[in-house]
Protein backbone atom coordinates (compact mmCIF):
# COMPACT_ATOMS: atom_id res chain seq x y z
CA UNK A 1 0.00 0.00 0.00
CA UNK A 2 1.25 3.64 -0.98
CA UNK A 3 -0.47 6.00 1.64
CA UNK A 4 -2.66 8.79 0.24
CA UNK A 5 -0.37 12.37 1.20
CA UNK A 6 -2.79 14.76 2.85
CA UNK A 7 -2.55 18.26 1.65
CA UNK A 8 -2.06 20.27 5.13
CA UNK A 9 -1.14 23.40 2.92
CA UNK A 10 -3.72 23.17 0.24
CA UNK A 11 -6.82 22.82 3.05
CA UNK A 12 -4.88 25.79 5.03
CA UNK A 13 -5.62 28.33 2.28
CA UNK A 14 -9.11 27.64 2.11
CA UNK A 15 -9.58 27.98 5.52
CA UNK A 16 -7.81 31.13 5.47
CA UNK A 17 -9.98 31.96 2.28
CA UNK A 18 -12.72 31.42 3.88
CA UNK A 19 -11.69 33.67 7.39
CA UNK A 20 -10.23 36.46 4.65
CA UNK A 21 -14.11 36.40 3.37
CA UNK A 22 -15.47 36.23 6.97
CA UNK A 23 -13.07 39.33 8.25
CA UNK A 24 -14.24 41.52 5.06
CA UNK A 25 -17.61 40.98 6.14
CA UNK A 26 -16.70 41.71 9.64
CA UNK A 27 -15.33 45.17 8.95
CA UNK A 28 -18.54 45.75 6.91
CA UNK A 29 -20.45 45.48 9.97
CA UNK A 30 -18.57 46.64 12.56
CA UNK A 31 -16.33 49.21 10.55
CA UNK A 32 -13.30 48.25 11.77
CA UNK A 33 -10.31 45.11 11.49
CA UNK A 34 -9.95 42.08 14.03
CA UNK A 35 -6.33 43.03 15.62
CA UNK A 36 -3.78 40.30 17.17
CA UNK A 37 -0.49 41.26 18.79
CA UNK A 38 2.21 38.96 19.29
CA UNK A 39 4.78 39.34 21.82
CA UNK A 40 7.85 38.60 21.51
CA UNK A 41 10.76 37.95 23.94
CA UNK A 42 14.54 37.76 22.84
CA UNK A 43 15.81 36.79 19.41
CA UNK A 44 15.24 33.52 19.23
CA UNK A 45 15.31 32.50 15.44
CA UNK A 46 12.72 29.98 15.15
CA UNK A 47 10.29 32.41 16.89
CA UNK A 48 11.14 35.29 14.50
CA UNK A 49 10.21 33.09 11.74
CA UNK A 50 7.20 32.07 13.34
CA UNK A 51 6.17 34.97 14.40
CA UNK A 52 6.95 36.54 10.65
CA UNK A 53 4.61 34.21 9.30
CA UNK A 54 1.80 34.81 11.59
CA UNK A 55 2.15 38.52 10.75
CA UNK A 56 1.93 37.62 7.21
CA UNK A 57 -1.21 35.54 7.78
CA UNK A 58 -2.54 38.38 9.00
CA UNK A 59 -2.21 40.88 6.41
CA UNK A 60 -3.49 38.30 3.73
CA UNK A 61 -6.32 37.75 6.15
CA UNK A 62 -7.43 41.36 6.73
CA UNK A 63 -6.29 41.39 10.33
CA UNK A 64 -4.57 43.89 11.82
CA UNK A 65 -1.55 42.83 13.59
CA UNK A 66 1.55 44.08 15.57
CA UNK A 67 4.42 42.24 16.71
CA UNK A 68 5.82 43.89 20.21
CA UNK A 69 9.05 43.19 20.21
CA UNK A 70 10.69 42.94 23.89
CA UNK A 71 14.77 42.54 24.95
CA UNK A 72 15.79 39.18 26.26
CA UNK A 73 16.32 40.82 29.61
CA UNK A 74 13.14 41.68 30.10
CA UNK A 75 11.52 40.98 33.49
CA UNK A 76 8.51 38.86 34.60
CA UNK A 77 7.03 42.03 35.83
CA UNK A 78 7.24 43.96 32.57
CA UNK A 79 6.05 41.26 30.35
CA UNK A 80 2.81 41.32 33.00
CA UNK A 81 2.46 45.02 32.55
CA UNK A 82 2.60 44.57 28.97
CA UNK A 83 -0.02 42.32 29.17
CA UNK A 84 -2.05 44.30 31.22
CA UNK A 85 -2.06 46.82 29.12
CA UNK A 86 -2.84 45.03 26.22
CA UNK A 87 -5.86 43.38 27.90
CA UNK A 88 -7.46 46.79 28.43
CA UNK A 89 -6.97 48.19 25.14
CA UNK A 90 -10.22 47.97 23.11
CA UNK A 91 -8.87 47.72 19.96
CA UNK A 92 -6.43 44.13 20.99
CA UNK A 93 -8.74 41.28 19.75
CA UNK A 94 -5.95 38.73 20.60
CA UNK A 95 -2.70 38.83 22.32
CA UNK A 96 -0.34 35.65 21.84
CA UNK A 97 3.08 35.27 23.85
CA UNK A 98 5.04 33.74 21.28
CA UNK A 99 7.15 30.61 22.95
CA UNK A 100 9.56 29.08 24.41
CA UNK A 101 10.20 32.18 26.56
CA UNK A 102 13.75 32.77 27.78
CA UNK A 103 14.59 30.35 31.15
CA UNK A 104 14.41 33.15 33.11
CA UNK A 105 10.22 34.41 32.68
CA UNK A 106 8.02 32.20 34.47
CA UNK A 107 5.92 31.20 31.14
CA UNK A 108 2.55 30.03 33.33
CA UNK A 109 2.43 33.22 34.68
CA UNK A 110 2.57 35.03 31.72
CA UNK A 111 0.12 33.43 29.59
CA UNK A 112 -1.76 33.39 32.52
CA UNK A 113 -2.27 36.69 32.84
CA UNK A 114 -3.53 36.95 29.00
CA UNK A 115 -7.30 37.62 29.08
CA UNK A 116 -8.83 34.69 28.43
CA UNK A 117 -11.21 36.35 26.39
CA UNK A 118 -8.56 37.61 24.01
CA UNK A 119 -6.21 34.16 24.28
CA UNK A 120 -6.09 32.98 20.81
CA UNK A 121 -3.85 30.17 21.70
CA UNK A 122 -6.76 28.68 23.70
CA UNK A 123 -4.19 27.96 26.56
CA UNK A 124 -5.71 29.67 29.60
CA UNK A 125 -6.61 27.56 32.28
CA UNK A 126 -10.60 28.79 31.72
CA UNK A 127 -10.34 27.90 27.94
CA UNK A 128 -8.70 25.14 28.72
CA UNK A 129 -11.86 23.91 31.11
CA UNK A 130 -14.48 25.43 28.79
CA UNK A 131 -12.77 23.28 26.06
CA UNK A 132 -12.88 19.93 28.37
CA UNK A 133 -16.51 20.45 29.28
CA UNK A 134 -17.29 20.60 25.45
CA UNK A 135 -18.46 24.34 25.27
CA UNK A 136 -15.31 26.17 24.26
CA UNK A 137 -14.42 29.82 23.59
CA UNK A 138 -11.49 28.96 21.74
CA UNK A 139 -10.14 25.96 20.23
CA UNK A 140 -6.20 25.19 20.69
CA UNK A 141 -4.67 26.21 16.92
CA UNK A 142 -2.80 23.05 16.42
CA UNK A 143 -5.37 20.04 18.03
CA UNK A 144 -8.12 22.16 15.93
CA UNK A 145 -5.93 22.06 12.90
CA UNK A 146 -5.51 18.13 12.91
CA UNK A 147 -9.36 17.83 13.49
CA UNK A 148 -9.93 20.16 10.60
CA UNK A 149 -6.94 18.45 8.34
CA UNK A 150 -9.03 14.92 9.22
CA UNK A 151 -12.34 16.37 8.51
CA UNK A 152 -11.87 18.26 5.24
CA UNK A 153 -9.89 14.82 3.80
CA UNK A 154 -12.80 13.01 4.38
CA UNK A 155 -12.04 11.28 7.87
CA UNK A 156 -14.62 10.69 10.29
CA UNK A 157 -13.09 10.03 13.81
CA UNK A 158 -16.81 8.73 15.50
CA UNK A 159 -16.18 4.80 16.95
CA UNK A 160 -12.73 5.00 15.59
CA UNK A 161 -9.63 3.93 18.03
CA UNK A 162 -7.70 7.10 18.20
CA UNK A 163 -4.45 7.39 20.15
CA UNK A 164 -2.96 9.86 20.76
CA UNK A 165 1.81 9.74 21.44
CA UNK A 166 2.47 13.04 23.03
CA UNK A 167 0.03 14.76 26.48
CA UNK A 168 1.74 17.77 26.09
CA UNK A 169 -0.50 20.91 27.46
CA UNK A 170 -0.40 22.28 23.93
CA UNK A 171 -0.89 19.55 21.69
CA UNK A 172 -0.83 15.99 23.08
CA UNK A 173 -3.69 17.07 25.87
CA UNK A 174 -5.89 18.82 24.10
CA UNK A 175 -5.75 16.34 20.75
CA UNK A 176 -6.99 13.63 23.55
CA UNK A 177 -10.12 16.03 24.87
CA UNK A 178 -10.89 17.10 21.49
CA UNK A 179 -11.44 13.68 20.19
CA UNK A 180 -13.07 12.67 23.16
CA UNK A 181 -16.26 15.47 22.99
CA UNK A 182 -19.70 14.19 21.92
CA UNK A 183 -19.30 16.53 19.12
CA UNK A 184 -16.47 18.30 17.01
CA UNK A 185 -15.83 21.84 15.41
CA UNK A 186 -17.39 19.67 12.62
CA UNK A 187 -20.04 17.98 14.04
CA UNK A 188 -20.53 14.69 15.86
CA UNK A 189 -18.73 12.39 13.01
CA UNK A 190 -15.31 14.40 13.72
CA UNK A 191 -15.63 13.75 17.41
CA UNK A 192 -16.61 10.93 19.77
CA UNK A 193 -13.58 8.44 19.20
CA UNK A 194 -12.43 5.74 21.74
CA UNK A 195 -8.75 7.45 22.74
CA UNK A 196 -5.48 6.46 24.06
CA UNK A 197 -3.07 8.66 24.97
CA UNK A 198 0.74 7.34 25.03
CA UNK A 199 3.71 9.37 26.16
CA UNK A 200 7.27 8.53 27.78
CA UNK A 201 6.70 6.43 30.76
CA UNK A 202 3.91 4.38 28.28
CA UNK A 203 5.31 0.93 28.35
CA UNK A 204 5.04 -1.68 24.96
CA UNK A 205 4.29 1.29 22.76
CA UNK A 206 4.31 -0.71 19.69
CA UNK A 207 1.57 -2.97 20.62
CA UNK A 208 -0.62 0.06 21.36
CA UNK A 209 0.15 1.92 18.09
CA UNK A 210 -0.49 -0.90 16.11
CA UNK A 211 -4.15 -0.68 17.34
CA UNK A 212 -4.80 2.64 16.04
CA UNK A 213 -7.28 3.81 12.88
CA UNK A 214 -6.26 6.73 13.48
CA UNK A 215 -2.66 7.72 14.75
CA UNK A 216 -1.64 11.15 16.01
CA UNK A 217 1.67 11.57 16.54
CA UNK A 218 3.26 14.68 19.05
CA UNK A 219 6.63 13.82 20.44
CA UNK A 220 9.41 15.76 19.09
CA UNK A 221 11.58 12.68 18.17
CA UNK A 222 12.61 12.89 14.20
CA UNK A 223 11.38 9.62 12.78
CA UNK A 224 10.63 8.12 15.55
CA UNK A 225 7.36 5.97 14.75
CA UNK A 226 8.28 3.34 12.11
CA UNK A 227 5.65 0.84 9.97
CA UNK A 228 6.51 -1.43 12.56
CA UNK A 229 4.57 0.21 14.59
CA UNK A 230 1.30 1.11 12.40
CA UNK A 231 -1.65 -0.73 11.87
CA UNK A 232 -2.09 -1.34 7.80
CA UNK A 233 -4.22 0.98 6.75
CA UNK A 234 -4.25 3.59 9.58
CA UNK A 235 -4.58 7.34 8.84
CA UNK A 236 -1.48 9.10 10.68
CA UNK A 237 -1.36 12.48 11.36
CA UNK A 238 2.25 13.74 12.02
CA UNK A 239 2.38 17.10 14.15
CA UNK A 240 6.45 16.77 14.66
CA UNK A 241 8.67 19.20 13.36
CA UNK A 242 12.23 18.80 14.13
CA UNK A 243 15.31 19.98 12.19
CA UNK A 244 17.63 17.23 10.76
CA UNK A 245 20.81 19.05 9.80
CA UNK A 246 19.38 21.11 7.54
CA UNK A 247 15.86 19.29 6.72
CA UNK A 248 12.58 19.67 8.80
CA UNK A 249 11.02 15.72 9.44
CA UNK A 250 8.33 15.01 11.39
CA UNK A 251 7.78 12.00 14.35
CA UNK A 252 6.72 10.08 11.64
CA UNK A 253 9.13 7.92 9.39
CA UNK A 254 7.74 9.23 6.57
CA UNK A 255 9.12 6.66 3.87
CA UNK A 256 8.94 3.38 5.80
CA UNK A 257 4.89 4.38 7.13
CA UNK A 258 3.75 5.52 3.86
CA UNK A 259 3.85 1.74 2.77
CA UNK A 260 1.55 0.64 5.50
CA UNK A 261 -0.78 3.76 6.16
CA UNK A 262 -3.76 4.30 4.02
CA UNK A 263 -2.78 8.18 4.43
CA UNK A 264 -0.32 10.18 5.90
CA UNK A 265 0.35 14.06 6.19
CA UNK A 266 3.99 15.45 5.21
CA UNK A 267 6.01 17.51 7.10
CA UNK A 268 6.51 20.23 5.96
CA UNK A 269 3.49 20.70 4.69
CA UNK A 270 1.16 18.77 6.38
CA UNK A 271 -0.49 20.03 10.24
CA UNK A 272 2.14 23.10 10.03
CA UNK A 273 -0.17 25.70 7.88
CA UNK A 274 -3.13 24.55 10.14
CA UNK A 275 -1.71 25.82 13.13
CA UNK A 276 -1.48 29.46 11.67
CA UNK A 277 -5.05 29.50 9.68
CA UNK A 278 -6.98 28.18 13.37
CA UNK A 279 -4.81 31.40 14.85
CA UNK A 280 -6.52 33.32 12.32
CA UNK A 281 -10.02 31.54 13.13
CA UNK A 282 -9.13 31.99 16.80
CA UNK A 283 -8.69 36.14 16.13
CA UNK A 284 -11.73 36.86 13.86
CA UNK A 285 -13.72 34.95 16.97
CA UNK A 286 -12.56 36.71 19.41
CA UNK A 287 -13.22 40.25 17.73
CA UNK A 288 -16.26 38.86 16.59
CA UNK A 289 -17.32 38.25 20.15
CA UNK A 290 -15.74 41.28 21.65
CA UNK A 291 -18.57 43.53 19.54
CA UNK A 292 -21.25 41.40 20.36
CA UNK A 293 -20.39 42.01 23.72
CA UNK A 294 -20.46 45.43 23.31
CA UNK A 295 -23.23 45.93 21.33
P1 LIG B 1 6.63 18.42 24.29
O1 LIG B 1 6.01 19.43 25.14
O2 LIG B 1 8.10 18.19 24.34
O3 LIG B 1 5.90 17.02 24.61
C1 LIG B 1 6.36 15.82 24.03
C2 LIG B 1 5.50 14.69 24.48
O4 LIG B 1 5.97 13.51 23.85
C3 LIG B 1 5.53 14.45 25.99
O5 LIG B 1 4.23 14.17 26.47
C4 LIG B 1 6.44 13.24 26.13
O6 LIG B 1 6.09 12.39 27.20
C5 LIG B 1 6.15 12.50 24.82
N1 LIG B 1 7.27 11.65 24.46
C6 LIG B 1 8.58 12.01 24.37
N2 LIG B 1 9.32 10.94 24.03
C7 LIG B 1 8.47 9.91 23.90
C8 LIG B 1 8.64 8.53 23.58
N3 LIG B 1 9.85 8.00 23.33
N4 LIG B 1 7.54 7.74 23.53
C9 LIG B 1 6.32 8.24 23.80
N5 LIG B 1 6.10 9.54 24.11
C10 LIG B 1 7.17 10.36 24.17
O7 LIG B 1 6.30 18.66 22.74
P2 LIG B 1 5.04 19.37 22.03
O8 LIG B 1 5.03 20.81 22.30
O9 LIG B 1 3.81 18.56 22.27
O10 LIG B 1 5.49 19.18 20.50
C11 LIG B 1 5.64 17.90 19.93
C12 LIG B 1 6.15 18.05 18.50
O11 LIG B 1 5.16 18.77 17.76
C13 LIG B 1 7.42 18.87 18.37
O12 LIG B 1 8.18 18.35 17.28
C14 LIG B 1 6.94 20.27 18.02
O13 LIG B 1 7.89 21.01 17.28
C15 LIG B 1 5.74 19.94 17.18
N6 LIG B 1 4.72 21.00 17.15
C16 LIG B 1 4.22 21.31 15.93
C17 LIG B 1 3.24 22.26 15.82
C18 LIG B 1 2.69 22.56 14.48
O14 LIG B 1 2.18 23.63 14.25
N7 LIG B 1 2.71 21.61 13.55
C19 LIG B 1 2.77 22.91 16.95
C20 LIG B 1 3.26 22.54 18.22
C21 LIG B 1 4.24 21.56 18.28
P3 LIG B 1 6.22 12.85 28.75
O15 LIG B 1 5.03 13.72 28.99
O16 LIG B 1 6.16 11.56 29.49
O17 LIG B 1 7.53 13.57 28.87
Known amino acids: MTARILDGKGIAMTIRQEVAQRVSAFREKFGTSPKLVAVLVGQDPASQVYVRNKEIACQKAGIDSQVLKLDASTTTACLLETLDRLNQDPSVHGILV ?38 PRFLPCTPHGVLQLLDRSGFEICGKHVVVVGRSDIVGKPLVNMCLQKS ?112
Open 98 to 135: QLPLPDHLDSRLVLDRIDPSKDVDAFSPENVGLMTQGR
Open 184 to 295: GPSGPSNANATVTCCHSQTLNLPAITRLADVLLVAIGKPNFITAQMVKPGAVVIDVGINRLGDRLVGDVDFESVCQVASAITPVPGGVGPLTIAMLLDNTLRAAESFHHRAS
